[in-house]
């Protein structure tokens, strides 16, 4: 494989458990100077990546924990023949998991194939630029807990307790324990001692406090040497210095570089979460939108007709076309659907609306929702993506090798009110 690191390879090989939250850790590498390429899900080995870090995106989050632990093996399995010399488990920053997993399944089922298991592994999904924060084991979105912060409502991944130790400890058969803020603060020796102290005290697993990036940087020196390190994006932000402290990685000014690509602009939003609803109504208030129905697209309606027509009709101006709905509205379709049938209706739907797009010219998405985001992608046929500058935090607008589209994935929880025309533009997209 070709690759611009010194020793000719990829140094750091990441596992993520959905496309959005693929991007976010591919942006967070790409800003700290790694030249880095995304997969959707796990490529031709045949096909060299020229990249410092390979992310390798699943769709795994929400499948059946014994299906998550498979491809999530096969994903390493392909980045330790590339030579990916230290390995990276992606979860939101929200901890979206059940009682059942898939967090603690997986990183279970890594630490072992990696040899691992007799080393601490720690869980940190603390994403401070986007309000993410631990302390004392639970987890804040901005100034309210986990549990209090609209996640509790996710209609896949409610999340109804703050305290990640226990939610981790529920997941898992190895112990948990917890890296204080206070031990975190004393700077990374003082995190390696704590580390061998739970290690121990029997502990296979450790959820660490961070409230700052300054934490981050600190906690990242600190598994400098471990083979494995799982947790949101946020934590990333070290590891890179560790590559260059060791003599491996170069400085870069162009990890960011993408090529540029024509076509118009489109919006697909899926996702149910307070921030995309307050990004559909901002876009709604001003801009052309198409709301898809799934009862209506349940009853048979041609709804993927009516969207593309839509669409059609405005061109070149840009559009949203979104199923995103609020908590109270999501419950009464599931009600009606069932919750995964619902769900895997309003992908379906968008990712044929997506393939309709292409036909009339569209090459420019912002996509929001995880969800949403792998089931377009697949449609779109895309295998590998180029990692570009953020446009807000945890959201780089990305592009395909060849030059053809260029996608913004967009976690539902993130970015700001008016993200949708911003992505747009740094695409160059009149909005």
């Avoid at 769709?59 to 998550?68: E, F, L």
């Avoid at 400098?224 to 260059?244: D, K, M, Q, W, Y």
């Avoid at 990712?351 to 420019?364: D, W």
Wanted: proline content about 5%; overall charge negative.
């Amino acid at each position: 494989m070709t690759n611009s690191s010194t020793f000719g390879g990829p140094l750091l090989g990441c596992i993520a458990d959905d496309f959005t939250g693929a991007t976010d850790l591919a942006s967070t590498l790409v800003k700290n100077g790694m030249r880095t390429v995304q997969t959707i899900g796990i490529p031709d080995a045949s096909k060299p990546l020229n990249a410092d870090a390979i992310v390798v995106a699943l769709k795994s989050r929400t499948i059946a924990a014994a299906d998550a632990v498979a491809h999530s093996l096969a994903a390493l399995e392909w980045l330790r023949a590339q030579g990916c010399r230290q390995f990276f488990f992606k979860y939101c920053s929200t901890f979206d998991s059940t009682p059942e997993g898939n967090i603690g399944p997986v990183a279970e089922a890594l630490a072992a194939a990696l040899g691992a298991s007799d080393e601490l592994v720690i869980a940190c999904p603390a994403f401070p630029e986007n309000g993410r924060s631990i302390y004392r084991g639970h987890l804040f979105v901005g100034d309210v807990l986990l549990n209090e912060s609209g996640m509790e409502h996710h209609p896949l991944t409610p999340m109804r307790d703050a305290n990640i130790v226990r939610v981790l400890q529920s997941q898992t058969s190895g112990k948990v324990g917890l890296v204080r803020y206070d031990q975190v603060m004393r700077g990374a020796q003082s995190v390696r001692d704590a580390f061998a102290a739970l290690r121990s005290d029997g502990c296979q697993f450790a959820i660490v406090d961070a409230v700052s990036d300054a934490d981050l940087h600190v906690i990242g020196e600190a598994c400098a040497e471990h083979a494995l390190i799982t947790g949101g994006s946020g934590v990333a932000l070290g590891l890179p210095a560790n590559f260059r402290r060791a003599g491996l990685l170069p400085e870069r000014g162009d990890a960011a570089d993408l090529p540029t690509v024509g076509g118009h602009g489109v919006v697909l939003a899926g996702s149910a979460s307070r921030a995309t609803n307050a990004q559909v109504a901002e876009w709604r208030a001003t801009k052309p939108s198409f709301r898809v129905d799934p009862l209506a697209v349940a009853r048979g309606e041609p709804v993927v007709a009516e969207a593309l027509e839509f669409a059609k009709s405005h061109l070149p101006e840009p559009v949203l076309i979104y199923a995103t709905a609020t908590p109270d509205e999501v419950k009464a379709v599931q009600a009606q659907m069932g919750v995964q049938a619902a769900g895997e209706l309003v992908e379906h739907t968008l990712s044929e609306i997506a393939k309709g797009l292409l036909e009339l010219g569209v090459r420019r998405y912002v996509v929001a929702g995880g969800e949403t985001s792998g089931a377009v992608v697949q449609a779109l046929q895309v295998r590998a993506l180029q990692i570009g500058a953020q446009i807000d935090p945890g959201v780089p607008v990305t592009a395909t090798p060849d030059g053809e589209l260029n996608l913004a994935l967009k976690s539902g929880n993130f970015g700001s009110v008016d993200f949708f025309s911003k992505a747009l533009r740094q695409m160059g997209v009149n909005v």
